[in-house]
């Protein structure tokens, strides 16, 4: 369109997107599959407990105006 001023985003761009999505399963999830992801240390940098890191966790990615 003409006028738009939105810049596609750069295939290393969207490369970095697609990896941070695909380890924020991760932290969130509980399955097997995800015992090679080091989440224990992250996750409690927002809580001891484990449910409450994972929601701290969820609520602190959910948030817009993240500086990247």
């Known amino acids: 369109m ?3 001023s ?6 290393a761009d969207s ?3 697609r990896r941070r999505t695909y380890s ?3 932290y ?3 399955a097997k599959k995800w015992i090679w992801l080091y989440k224990d240390l992250m996750l ?3 809580s001891e407990k484990a449910g409450r890191a994972q929601n701290a966790y969820l609520e602190f990615v959910s ?3 993240l500086k990247r």
């Open 63 to 65: 948030q817009k105006n």
């Open 44 to 46: 409690a940098m927002f």
């Open 28 to 30: 969130t999830s509980r």
């Open 6 to 11: 939105a810049k596609k985003p750069s295939a």
């Open 2 to 4: 003409k006028g738009d």
């Open 15 to 17: 490369q970095r997107i």
């Open 24 to 26: 924020h399963k991760g």
